[in-house]
């Protein structure tokens, strides 16, 4: 666990229904998606991720089920730091349930100022000036198998 750094994209998928449905709807095989933004000495590493109860600080530690981490190739320090900030600014605002809604509608429904999780990721990204997509996709409809498939992106551990 010890080559991980900030900036690094965390993915994970458990046998949780919300899981399963989200891995159905997605047509992927991962459910969630987050950053590590640090490490405290005796805590080890922190991450940041949408979750219902909103955009929040965990633990690596506390993700269940079955979690692989991911760097983006070619990432810059200032990239890396751009893209650790802009999700710790977004800390304590609301999940974005109409956004999550968006993949059951397929219509865009959702809230600026709320995030899902592959939403918060992809647009962290972006406010980094690393578009993974190349203009391809929005972030209100990337998924966290979107994210985990791109070729920018490489496995470097799992838990």
Same mark, same amino acid.
């Given at each position: 666990?010890?080559?991980? !750094?900030?900036?690094?994209?965390? $993915?994970?998928?458990?046998?949780? #229904?919300?899981?399963? &449905?989200?891995?159905?709807?997605?047509?992927?095989?991962?459910?969630?998606?987050?950053?590590?933004?640090?490490?405290?000495?005796?805590?080890?590493? @922190?991450? &940041?991720?949408?979750? %219902?109860?909103?955009?929040?600080?965990?633990?690596? #530690?506390?993700?269940? %089920?079955?979690? !692989? &981490?991911?760097?983006?190739?070619?990432?810059?320090?200032? !990239?890396?730091?751009?893209?650790?900030?802009?999700?710790?600014?977004?800390?304590? @605002? !609301?999940?974005?349930?109409?956004?999550? #809604?968006?993949? $059951?509608?397929?219509?865009?429904?959702?809230?600026?100022?709320?995030?899902?999780? =592959?939403?918060?990721?992809?647009? %962290?990204?972006?406010? =980094? %000036?690393?578009?993974? $997509?190349?203009?391809?996709?929005? /972030?209100? $409809?990337?998924? /966290?198998?979107? #994210?985990?498939?791109? /070729?920018?992106? @490489?496995?470097?551990?799992?838990?």
């Amino acid at each position: 666990m010890e080559s991980f !750094q900030p900036g690094d994209i965390v $993915f994970s998928k458990d046998k949780s #229904l919300t899981s399963s &449905i989200i891995q159905w709807r997605t047509m992927s095989q991962w459910s969630h998606v987050g950053v590590i933004v640090g490490k405290k000495k005796d805590n080890g590493w @922190k991450t &940041i991720s949408a979750r %219902g109860k909103g955009v929040v600080y965990e633990r690596l #530690l506390d993700w269940t %089920g079955y979690i !692989q &981490i991911l760097r983006v190739n070619d990432i810059t320090e200032q !990239q890396r730091e751009n893209f650790v900030n802009f999700c710790i600014e977004q800390v304590g @605002k !609301q999940y974005d349930i109409w956004g999550f #809604l968006d993949f $059951f509608c397929m219509k865009k429904i959702q809230r600026e100022d709320r995030w899902f999780c =592959s939403e918060l990721i992809y647009r %962290g990204l972006l406010n =980094s %000036g690393i578009d993974i $997509f190349k203009n391809k996709k929005t /972030p209100n $409809f990337v998924t /966290p198998g979107d #994210l985990y498939e791109n /070729p920018s992106l @490489k496995m470097i551990g799992e838990l």
